[in-house]
């Protein structure tokens, strides 16, 4: 049997994802430590990016279903010396149940998965960040219920976490306002698919009307410390304010994928105030992934 991979929210069907919030959920809610799914399974954690959330969810995670996870820095492998991708995800994938990869360019996931025998996750590329996702899907399914045909608000960066939400507008059915300077913008090979559900705005408060939950991410992501001071210049007219909050619905939420900068994408009254939501969202890295992980390996 072929397996099945998780490099974008495109590669399971509605349904599926849906299911998995809602397994999630349950497995958050009911957490019995004689469940053990994965006993004696193994996860390879492929680090090139370093993470505090990525990595703690999915270890913790892999030990709570009896298993275990084995951390890989670009030291630890021959895939920081040159050897090829595709040689490295046949080995790996002899010797484990599963692979998760946090890396720079997309294309080193989507490689890995084509060689690999086992299933592929993608923990974060430049590109895309779907597991972030998930846990954002699960934080709104439980504050709001369902969140097809609602309103969720994007304002930053065009950035990874920017076109996974493009993809959930796609994949849960929801619109997806966008407020974002125009030499900032996602990529259109990923707009034009979701045209019919994404919309631009010039402004975070125009972006934020009668919204239902509003999302942001730093200005300048990891390896791009170097451009700090051209991003704080061009997005300094979108930050998440109290206004870009009152502009929402009432019981709007707010969320961000953290680390935050207070100040920066955000202000502190909104990200520690009562619309906030992040450090359950942060939570829910753990139970969505094990979700996640219990779909792939357990089929």
């Known amino acids: ?35 053990q799914p994965l006993k004696g399974k193994v996860l390879a954690m492929v680090f090139e990016k370093s993470s505090t959330r990525t990595r703690i969810s999915f270890e913790a995670g892999m030990v709570q279903f009896g298993g275990s996870a084995i951390f ?36 080193m996931v989507t490689t890995f998965a084509k060689h690999s025998r086992v299933p592929v996750i993608n923990g974060l590329t430049d590109l895309l960040h779907p ?28 950035n990874n976490m920017c076109h996974s939400y493009i993809n959930a507008a796609r994949q849960f059915d929801f619109k997806l306002n966008i407020a974002c300077p125009v030499d900032y913008r996602p990529l259109q090979s990923i707009v034009d698919p979701a045209a019919d559900r994404v919309a631009f705005f010039n402004s975070p408060e125009q972006a934020a009307r009668n919204a239902d939950l509003i999302v942001t991410d730093v200005w300048a992501s ?10 704080e210049f061009a997005f300094r007219d979108f930050q998440v304010t109290t206004q870009v909050m009152q502009a929402a619905h009432p019981d709007a939420l707010f969320m961000h994928c953290l680390p935050a900068h207070r100040g920066e994408e955000v202000a502190a ?3 520690d105030g009562p619309q906030s939501v992040v450090f359950p969202e942060a939570e ?4 969505a992934q094990k979700a996640l992980l219990e779909f792939l390996i357990c089929r």
């Open 131 to 158: 597991c972030q996702l998930l846990a954002d899907m699960q934080t709104y399914f439980e504050h709001r219920g369902d969140i097809q045909g609602k309103t969720v608000t994007w304002i930053g960066d065009g």
């Open 1 to 35: 049997m072929q397996p099945r991979h998780f490099i974008s929210l495109l590669d399971l069907s509605s349904r599926e994802l849906r299911d998995l919030i809602h397994r999630a959920i349950e497995l958050k809610n009911n957490r019995d430590p004689d469940f």
């Open 72 to 107: 890989l820095s670009p030291r630890d492998t021959q895939l920081g010396r040159g050897e090829p991708v595709e040689d490295s995800a046949k080995v790996i994938s002899s010797m484990v149940d599963c692979i998760m990869l946090r890396t720079h360019a997309h294309e």
């Open 284 to 287: 829910n890295r753990l139970h």
């Open 269 to 271: 009254a909104v990200i």
């Open 222 to 231: 990891m390896g791009q410390e170097d451009e700090q001071k051209k991003r």
